[in-house]
């Protein structure tokens, strides 16, 4: 049983190092510090922020001119 235990933790380790399965659930609130200019549009005219969020998007109304629901910044590095 213990060994079951500890294949199926790496296996969900490894599937979020991976990025499988990964629909920015639960962001990382440095995901979200994209630079404006950097901004990928991730919504569409009159998105809500609950809309954005659940989309896997990140939301700030603060800036003009830029996107407001944009793609976070991907982790790339897993530690061990």
């Known amino acids: 049983m213990e060994t079951r235990t500890l294949w199926l ?3 969900v380790l ?3 190092c991976s990025g499988i399965g990964a629909e920015y659930v ?3 609130p440095s995901q979200c ?3 404006a200019k950097a901004r990928v549009d991730c ?3 009159s998105v ?3 809309q954005c969020n659940n989309r896997g998007c ?3 109304s603060s800036i003009r001119n830029v996107p407001w629901c944009f793609k976070p910044l991907q982790e790339t590095e897993c530690t061990f």
């Open 9 to 11: 933790m790496l296996l």
């Open 14 to 16: 490894l599937a979020g």
């Open 26 to 28: 639960g962001l990382a």
């Open 33 to 35: 510090m994209v630079p």
């Open 43 to 45: 919504g569409y005219p």
């Open 48 to 50: 809500t922020e609950e």
């Open 58 to 60: 990140c939301f700030d």
